[in-house]
């Protein structure tokens, strides 16, 4: 019998009594032969690399969700019910979403419909806009106009968030004071209140929980005890939804 029989042998045994084997004590030259038989098998049945990369990354989103869950449950208020973001929809829907966005994330654009379709057709949820300026410092800029908007009249948010959003062209500093201007607001009133009220804490806050929950990227969201990257599309989030209803949870 070959070594590499006594191999197979010993892994078939290992497996069908379930109980642990004595290492074996292997010199240089059975060290080569497992080394080559190893890689013989995995040249001749290269889809187990395959398995073993999806086993891993399955694996490593489960890591990924209990931690997100963790902090999730450690700063519920700050995540749903943080004083500085404005939620969309039924303030008491059953079901919350929240998403991270940057204005000038194309992929945010194109999730906006998702958000607006969904509360088109469902009159209980409540979506919670969580602004994340990442992508430079027009972004930045971009959320200051946003946040002196929200404080000097939250009933024009939304309308302004959406329009901001899904304009084409960058959002700047100048765009995003224009729009507002454009609804009613005005331009000292606006800049008096970027200047008294600069919302730095919002995005500390902001930044602190998108790394904390491993976002790294916009738009994300979390919903009931998950974290959701990127631009899913609005069916998944509508099935996500269906679940956190069904069994309390976004994947039952």
């Known amino acids: 019998m070959t070594f590499k029989t006594k191999l197979a042998a010993t892994i078939a045994l290992t497996l069908a009594v379930a109980a642990p084997l004595p290492a074996l004590a292997l010199d240089d030259a059975q060290k080569k032969e497992i080394g080559d038989f190893i890689k013989e098998y995995l040249v001749e049945n290269p889809e187990i690399l395959v398995d073993v990369q999806e086993a891993l990354q399955k694996k490593q989103e489960a890591q990924q969700q209990a931690k997100a869950q963790s902090v999730i449950t450690d700063n519920e208020k700050a995540i749903f019910s943080s004083p500085y973001d404005i939620a969309l929809g039924n303030p008491k829907g059953d079901v919350t979403i929240v998403e991270f966005f940057d204005y000038n994330c194309g992929y945010c654009k194109r999730a906006l419909s998702d958000m607006?379709?969904?509360?088109?057709?469902?009159k209980n949820v409540r979506f919670v806009l969580k602004e994340l300026p990442i992508l430079g410092p027009d972004s930045l800029a971009a959320h200051k106009v946003s946040a002196a908007v929200r404080?000097?009249?939250?009933?024009?948010y939304g309308e302004f968030h959406r329009t901001l959003l899904g304009g084409e062209g960058r959002a700047t500093e100048e765009s995003a004071i224009a729009l507002a201007a454009s609804m009613g607001l005005t331009e000292a009133d606006i800049r008096k209140t970027m200047t008294?009220?600069?919302?730095?804490?919002?995005?500390?806050?902001?930044?602190?929980?998108?790394?904390?929950?491993?976002?790294?990227g916009t738009p994300s969201y979390v919903l009931g005890q998950?974290?959701?990257?990127?631009?899913?599309?609005?069916?998944?989030?509508r099935e996500k939804i269906a679940n956190v209803r069904a069994c309390g949870k976004a994947t039952c």
């Open 116 to 122: 607006d379709d969904i509360l088109k057709e469902d």
């Open 151 to 156: 404080d000097l009249s939250p009933e024009k």
């Open 196 to 216: 008294e009220k600069p919302h730095d804490d919002a995005v500390r806050e902001a930044y602190s929980l998108a790394n904390d929950l491993g976002i790294t």
């Open 226 to 237: 998950e974290t959701i990257f990127g631009a899913v599309g609005a069916d998944d989030l």
